[in-house]
């Protein structure tokens, strides 16, 4: 560990923190055994066939989740700052655990055989291990590096579940019928075993060591820590034959005062004097039992079968073990029957350009209901993100329509079903098709919709709404709902491509799933109907001569046919915006939200060149690509919101000094050094000003944070 002011070596640190927050230090090992609970979990059971990578959050269980495999292997990942607690995660071979800077508490991780878990600069507080106990031929496969083991316990050997730890610390493990320990009658020799050390570079503190274990351990410390044995003897086996194999640790402050200087048959220990390099670098500490991590913010607990995508019968899956019970139901069944087997609507799609930049797009979504168990799920791997928001949906439809229709799952698919999909902005668009099955209704094909939804039906903003305007401009849709609380990027279209693409299609503004069901009816209400008629006449008026458009606009005509559709349709934002350029009243640079976006999305170049160049050569930038991103930006700053200038001079300046090496490269090293060192300035330049922007109350509050 270390401190932030000195750097500190990591076991004074946990031994402060420790012995300021337990009154005893080392208690022996029968009073830790009466007061160590084995955990428990509830019968619950989720199982997961499809990968997820889940965002950081709390989350807490109330049973297993199991990570099978349904032909593909079948990854769950935690992201950095996760906390997760009382989870049973039973990983099935060829699934993978995977997590980086998250924090585990009172979790059991079971690894089936060629199951895969790995822990990179994480915490593992009072955690326990399991496997299979006959399998060491094709074990499991546990990776820990960089991580921080509080207490708990192992109840299979290491060679069981394949352990591999590396920069790792163990604390408080004095469970003797937990401890970490080897297998040692399996048919390789115990030199063999020393040959491939499986924990290196890692500390035990305040630990309970099995001998078995120093068979596998290779430059590591041992402080305060105890074991079953004393003198010269031999741990394991007659010792008959002389160390072939030598393994260097470090004893200090333990019980016995040394170790003897022969472990086994072949084996024997070097006693290292000085401090031995390695240990985890991250900074925790223990308060009343409980392992801290710094940095890591506890919210309130979320269940995560929220989070996962909808539960599958184990017994279905390829490779699971026909005897594990099927799946809780994922959801109640509804009586009602479905009217429709197939439907569609049009999504919008946000898809990124090798620019960096952006571009929206109109995507056919279906619906198809087929046999299963009361499942709504797509029918490729999706995000997150996007999985999170269809667990909105699902709630909201149980609401609305009790539940999902017995013995059948509802499947998503994307008409583009090869890219990959995230984000929440397809909920609304979903729940419209659960609608159309329940209830028979057909949705308008020139209708295209985009927005999240929150269980009570309100449609929430998302991002990337102006790429998706002007990609619903080149279909063949007319009417286009997004969330109202994405009006600003409706006037950040007419900033930057004037009154055309708000005359090519109808935007209305969403604050309801009900308002969804309306606009994209093909049998809407008369006053909507009338608005929507009324803006077409506009509209082919407008398109039939486009150089004449903005007079046209400006005409008392256009403007009272305009404030009329408004009567009838308060939430047509074509209407709304149209009207407030045909007055003069539109503004003339972006949102903060769009100023942003778009300083962003045109500095992209940029933005990769500060994270990977100057570590001994420019590779990322080409000439004639910094040309073009840096006329981009310079053509964009006046349209920029006022607070987004000092970011765009300061990407600017950096931009000037690769432009220098770009077109005069360095002819020394000694030159090349100077220029880096300038471009690394005004790259954390770019980076403080970004900072203070998104620091901004004001910028805060504007953008919705």
Not at 57 to 67: E, F, L
Not at 210 to 230: A, I, M
Not at 554 to 573: D, G, V
Not at 669 to 674: G, Q, S, V
Request: aromatic share 6%; with cysteine; net charge neutral.
């Amino acid at each position: 560990m270390k401190e932030k002011t000195r750097p500190w070596n990591f076991e004074r640190l946990v031994w402060l923190c420790i012995s300021l927050s337990m009154v005893t230090v080392l208690p022996c090992a029968e009073a830790q055994q009466t007061s160590y609970k084995r955990l428990t979990f509830p019968g619950n059971r989720h199982v997961l066939a499809d990968s997820i990578r889940l965002p950081a959050n709390y989350y807490s269980g109330d049973g297993d989740v199991v990570i099978a495999t349904s032909g593909a292997a079948c990854t769950l990942e935690f992201d950095a700052a996760s906390i997760v607690e009382k989870i049973r995660f039973i990983v099935r071979k060829g699934a993978h655990l995977k997590a980086r800077g998250a924090l585990f508490r009172e979790c059991q991780f079971v690894l089936d055989p060629g199951a895969e878990a790995s822990f990179d600069s994480c915490g593992l507080d009072r955690c326990e291990f399991n496997g299979d106990p006959t399998q060491t031929i094709t074990p499991a496969s546990l990776r820990i590096i960089n991580s921080i083991v509080h207490s708990g316990g192992w109840l299979v050997s290491m060679n069981h579940l394949g352990l591999e730890m590396m920069d790792s610390v163990i604390i408080d493990q004095r469970m003797r019928s937990m401890e970490l320990r080897t297998q040692t009658n399996a048919a390789s020799s115990f030199a063999d075993l020393a040959r491939r050390p499986a924990v290196r570079y890692t500390r035990f503190l305040n630990s309970f060591i099995h001998p078995s274990l120093l068979l596998t351990v290779s430059q590591v410390t041992f402080e305060r820590c105890s074991g079953l044995f004393s003198g010269n003897r031999v741990l394991i086996g007659a010792g008959g034959t002389s160390p072939m194999v030598m393994l260097p640790v470090r004893w200090v402050n333990g019980t016995p005062e040394k170790l003897p200087p022969q472990i086994a048959d072949g084996v024997g220990i070097t006693l290292v004097e000085q401090p031995i390099a390695g240990g985890c670098s991250l900074t925790a500490t223990v308060e009343n039992g409980v392992l801290v991590m710094e940095n890591m913010t506890q919210i309130a607990a979320r269940p995560i079968q929220n989070f996962l995508p909808l539960s599958v019968a184990e017994n279905s899956v390829p490779g699971s073990p026909a005897s594990m019970p099927g799946t809780v139901p994922a959801a109640p069944s509804s009586a009602k029957e479905l009217k429709l087997k197939q439907t569609h609507v049009n999504g919008l799609l946000v898809m990124p350009l090798a620019t960096g930049l952006t571009a929206g797009e109109v995507t056919r979504m279906n619906m198809t209901a087929v046999p299963g168990n009361s499942n709504l799920r797509f029918s490729q791997s999706v995000g997150a993100e996007m999985m999170t928001a269809l667990n909105e949906v699902r709630k909201y439809i149980f609401l609305r329509h009790e539940g999902l229709p017995a013995n059948q799952d509802l499947e998503i698919a994307f008409e583009e079903k090869y890219s990959g999909k995230d984000g929440p902005s397809a909920a609304v668009a979903c729940t419209l098709l659960v609608e159309s099955l329940y209830t028979g209704q057909t949705w308008d094909p020139s209708f295209a919709v985009t927005g999240d939804m929150n269980a009570d039906g309100s449609v929430q903003p998302i991002g990337g709404v102006s790429a998706k305007l002007r990609g619903a401009t080149k279909g063949a849709c007319k009417i286009v709902a997004i969330p109202a609380k994405n009006e600003k990027a409706v006037s950040d279209i007419i900033v930057m491509d004037g009154p055309s693409a708000l005359v090519g299609i109808h935007v209305f503004g969403l604050e309801t799933f009900e308002q969804a069901v309306s606009l994209a009816s093909t049998q809407r209400a008369t006053a909507l109907q009338q608005a929507v008629d009324e803006f077409e006449v506009i509209r082919s008026v407008l398109l039939r001569d486009p150089r004449q458009m903005v007079a046209i606009l400006r005409s008392q005509q256009a403007i009272a046919r305009l404030q009329a559709i408004l009567e009838k349709a308060p939430n047509s934002l074509s209407a709304k915006h149209l009207l407030l350029f045909a007055q003069g009243r539109t503004p003339t640079t972006l949102s903060i939200g769009g100023s942003l976006e778009g300083a962003d999305a045109n500095a992209m170049g940029l933005v990769s060149s500060i994270k990977n160049d100057f570590k001994g050569t420019v590779s990322t930038l080409k000439q004639d690509e910094l040309g073009g991103t840096m006329n981009r930006l310079r053509n964009l700053r006046p349209r920029l919101d006022a607070r987004v200038w000092p970011y765009v001079d300061a990407l600017l300046d950096y931009g000037e000094i690769v432009r220098s090496e770009v077109l005069n490269p360095a002819r020394t090293y000694a030159k090349f050094n100077e220029m880096a060192t300038r471009a690394r300035k005004a790259a954390d330049i770019v980076a403080s000003a970004k900072e203070t922007l998104l620091a901004d109350p004001q910028v805060r509050e504007d953008l919705g944070l």
